[in-house]
Nanobody, 122 residues
Framework: VQLQASGGGLVQAGGSLRLSCVAS????????MAWFRQAPGKEREFVGA????????YYADSVKGRFTISRDNAKSPVYLQMSSLKPEDTAVYYC????????????????WGQGTLVTVSS
């Protein structure tokens, strides 16, 4: 599975941004796709996840109510709509795919995209 993330950029606090992640190659309906982020000097942290069909979503408490993960169908990109952005949301955002295991742990992921930088200015 190959993942291509895009959509990062510079935005002011309170603004919005939408990230996209396109998956290609062999995929399985039991997979989940997730977004993680990593700020300088910090560990990669879970942001949110979605089942491959798009039927269920999961979020970190820090982004709940501000971020939304979505996809139209199993073959469409996965989007991360980020609203009410804060300077502490500044990080490189990665999309990942997991077949099984604890989706909250980055070490459980089988595939990663290259990351896209989101910078939120105050």
């Amino acid at each position: 599975v190959q993942l291509q993330a895009s959509g990062g950029g510079l935005v002011q606090a309170g603004g919005s941004l939408r990230l996209s992640c396109v998956a290609s190659g062999r995929t399985i309906s039991s997979y989940r796709m997730a977004w993680f982020r990593q700020a300088p000097g910090k560990e990669r942290e879970f942001v949110g996840a979605i089942t491959w069909s798009g039927g269920s979503t999961y979020y970190a408490d820090s982004v709940k109510g501000r971020f939304t993960i979505s996809r139209d169908n199993a073959k469409s990109p996965v989007y991360l709509q980020m609203s009410s952005l804060k300077p502490e949301d500044t990080a490189v955002y990665y999309c990942g795919v997991i077949g099984s295991g604890n989706y909250l742990r980055s070490s459980a992921y089988d595939y990663w995209g290259q990351g896209t930088l989101v910078t939120v200015s105050s």
